[in-house]
T-cell receptor, first 116, second 112 residues
Framework: AQSVTQPDIHITVSEGASLELRCNYSYGATPYLFWYVQSPGQGLQLLLKYFSGDTLVQGIKGFEAEFKRSQSSFNLRKPSVHWSDAAEYFCAVAPGNAGNNRKLIWGLGTSLAVNP | EAGVTQFPSHSVIEKGQTVTLRCDPISGHDNLYWYRRVMGKEIKFLLHFVKESKQDESGMPNNRFLAERTGGTYSTLKVQPAELEDSGVYFC??????????FGPGTRLLVL
């Protein structure tokens, strides 16, 4: 069955520290990969996406993610965390070759807290 | 360009009542999706419209849920009668093509 695993439910980092949020997926074909963020009281905002090509993708707010096919992973990274990055982060996948069927399959999310 | 909007932002109803959620997609986006997040669980797909047609409704939990998209613009999701397990956050998303989905702020539904 298709699934997305975010092993860390909650992470706390200090402001200025580096961050890596893990995402592993189980999928038959090469999927499209996404990271979304939900800040308190806000909706889901797209951080970055991978469809094909360069496996290191840059997103908004200084985030990047690397697709590793051999590990079925799409980990999200940021070199220096800001207090405003405190939010919930979701990894999601969609079929890469299913025509117009792009329903997203989601991980449980990782809640990030940032200490001053 | 206005984003995806959802109404209401919050709804508290009693078990057995009816609730209708509304989603207005980004103008020009033919694809409209509904998702739901129940507390402690992952976000789950409910259904997908292409214009006014239901492309995929495999995620609809049961026949108490009815989604419509008349005219291919806004969409409604009606829950009738609501049960306790329907509580959660209902997200709507839209996309122009088949790739990136843009999400609304969600409707937080609490069934008492």
């Amino acid at each position: 069955a298709q699934s997305v695993t975010q092993p860390d439910i909650h992470i706390t980092v200090s402001e200025g520290a580096s961050l890596e949020l893990r995402c592993n997926y189980s999928y038959g074909a090469t999927p499209y990969l996404f990271w979304y963020v939900q800040s308190p009281g806000q909706g889901l905002q797209l951080l970055l996406k991978y469809f094909s090509g360069d496996t290191l993708v840059q997103g908004i707010k200084g985030f990047e993610a690397e697709f590793k096919r051999s590990q079925s992973s799409f980990n999200l990274r940021k070199p220096s965390v800001h207090w405003s990055d405190a939010a919930e982060y979701f990894c999601a996948v969609a079929p890469g070759n299913a025509g117009n069927n792009r329903k997203l399959i989601w991980g449980l999310g990782t809640s990030l807290a940032v200490n001053p | 360009e206005a984003g995806v909007t959802q109404f209401p932002s919050h709804s508290v109803i009693e078990k057995g009542q009816t609730v209708t959620l509304r989603c207005d997609p980004i103008s020009g986006h033919d694809n409209l999706y509904w998702y739901r997040r129940v507390m402690g669980k992952e976000i789950k797909f409910l259904l997908h419209f292409v214009k006014e047609s239901k492309q995929d409704e495999s995620g609809m939990p049961n026949n108490r849920f009815l989604a419509e998209r008349t005219g291919g613009t806004y969409s409604t999701l009606k829950v009738q009668p609501a049960e306790l397990e329907d509580s959660g956050v209902y997200f709507c998303a839209s996309s122009r093509g088949a790739e990136t989905q843009y999400f609304g702020p969600g409707t937080r539904l609490l069934v008492l």
